[in-house]
């Protein structure tokens, strides 16, 4: 299942707490080499991990398995602060209009084919369910040109914002993602598995077996 919590909450759990930010770490400064993202504390924390993001967790047998964060548009994020040249025209936001930022699945969960695994189809369902049961229908994503193929392939809508730039060892490129419960049908249906992904309440401290 998949838990949703804010930046408060998740400080109140220091297992997961921790477990978030060293994955991060570990996706974005290890592997893709976001060399600016370096701390020597091993854990990735930036200016938008604030009151207002979202934290989507989903715990496998008593680890962190995949995980992503949501910003809302109508205040700083990574594509309006950062990355503002991944974006050639007006730059899209309002209160239907979230950021999708720092997607990662763990290493020992990465079983998918063409590179995307059950964990991250199941992140993929959560925002789309998240986002519908909040009006919000948009999604920026700043992934490899490659995803925007898979994204259009689910039946997002994909409108990409520019054109690609170089960050560590990827292409990177801004993409709008419009969905609905078109979308969430196909979905689950590429998943093979209909039933809602949200959980509700909080997870069991990590290192403890629990159902996914």
């Not at 060399?35 to 991990?49: K, N, Y």
């Not at 992503?68 to 209160?95: A, F, I, K, Q, Y």
């Not at 997870?203 to 077996?209: A, I, K, Q, T």
């Amino acid at each position: 299942m998949l838990f949703t919590l804010t930046t408060q909450q998740l400080m109140e759990r220091p297992d997961l707490w921790e477990a978030v930010h060293r994955l991060r770490y570990k996706v974005f400064v290890d592997e893709m080499q976001w060399t600016d993202l370096a701390r020597p504390d091993g854990l990735e924390i930036d200016q938008f991990d604030h009151d207002e993001a979202e934290h989507h967790l989903i715990i496998r047998n008593g680890e962190l398995a995949g995980y992503l964060r949501m910003l809302p548009t109508t205040r700083p994020h990574l594509l309006s602060d950062v990355m503002p040249e991944l974006c050639e025209g007006s730059r899209p936001s309002g209160p239907n209009v979230w950021e999708l930022t720092r997607y990662a699945v763990a290493p020992g969960f990465r079983d998918g084919k063409r590179g995307v695994s059950t964990v991250g189809t199941e992140l993929i369902a959560g925002f789309v369910e998240w986002g519908l049961a909040r009006n919000i229908n948009q999604v920026i994503i700043e992934v490899e040109p490659v995803w925007v193929l898979r994204t259009l392939q689910l039946h997002f809508l994909a409108t990409p914002l520019g054109y690609q730039h170089s960050y560590g060892t990827q292409q990177v490129v801004a993409t709008l993602l419009t969905f609905n419960e078109h979308t969430l049908d196909v979905v689950r249906s590429r998943r093979n598995h209909h039933a809602p992904v949200l959980a509700r309440g909080m997870p069991d401290m990590l290192g403890m077996r629990q159902a996914s």
